[in-house]
């Protein structure tokens, strides 16, 4: 049973490119969970899905970040017009039912140049 | 204040040390707590995970909820060289909200 992969695991972009994210869950698990950690911070909770719906967002910035989880296919995060600030590890999680525990993938590596 | 709060160390030990690892939260209301294990570059392994207060044993791993002081403890016990890694303590109030995470401990076990 594959992990929760996620792709790719580096990613560059330069200022005013877009960015896509993304994440596979294990098999079964239908509920996915996007973070981001800085250098020497914590991983910072951005939204949480399940298929076809957002179920909290509360940690997604407003502008240039979306996120999705379609009935087919990865999850996908997509930070439009990247900045240098929004370099970091975005790391997805995913779980069989929320009442469980969280699986992570490896992560991507964003840098903005 | 922060709602998980964890000392990020470093924190050196020599081999076959018992290791204590600690986080503080502030919400009375989370009830689900996990420990992860992230090795540098690497996406945060699952370790423990507990629910409400008491505690959990898992190889020479041991995790400690006391929901009255709203702490909670990883020990490791014959600590090895590739322990060394940051751990990060997660909890949440429910199924339905989110993880939140200390900055994590790191750790390094000196042969």
């Known amino acids: 049973n594959a992990g929760v992969m996620q792709n790719p695991r580096h990613l560059v972009r330069r200022r005013g490119q877009e960015a896509r994210l993304r994440c596979s869950p294990m098999?079964?698990?239908?509920?996915v969970y996007w973070y981001r950690q800085l250098p020497e911070e914590g991983l910072k909770f951005m939204v949480y899905?399940?298929?076809?719906?957002?179920?909290?967002e509360s940690g997604m910035p407003k502008e240039r970040f979306s996120a999705e989880f379609p009935k087919e296919g990865p999850s996908i995060l997509r930070i439009q017009q990247v900045v240098r600030g929004d370099s970091a590890a975005y790391f997805c999680?995913?779980?069989?039912?929320?009442?469980?525990?969280?699986?992570f993938g490896q992560g991507t590596r964003l840098t903005v140049v | 204040q922060k709602e998980v709060e964890q000392d990020p160390g470093p924190l050196s030990v020599p081999e076959g040390a018992i290791v204590s690892l600690n986080c503080t939260y502030s919400?009375?209301?989370?009830?689900?707590f996990m420990w992860y294990r992230q090795y540098s570059r690497k996406g945060p392994e699952l370790l423990m995970y507990?629910?409400?207060?008491g505690n959990k044993e898992d190889g020479r791993f041991t995790a400690q909820v006391d929901k009255s002081s709203k702490y909670i403890s990883l020990f490791i016990r014959d600590s090895q060289p590739s322990d060394s890694a940051t751990y990060l303590c997660?909890?949440?109030?429910?199924?339905?909200?989110?993880?939140?995470f200390g900055k994590g401990t790191r750790l390094s076990v000196i042969a």
């Open positions: 899905l399940q298929k076809e719906n957002i179920i909290d």
């Open positions: 507990t629910y409400s207060s």
């Open positions: 999680a995913s779980s069989p039912s929320p009442l469980t525990e969280a699986f």
């Open positions: 098999k079964g698990h239908s509920h």
């Open positions: 919400n009375s209301a989370f009830q689900y």
């Open positions: 997660a909890t949440s109030s429910s199924g339905n909200t989110p993880l939140v």
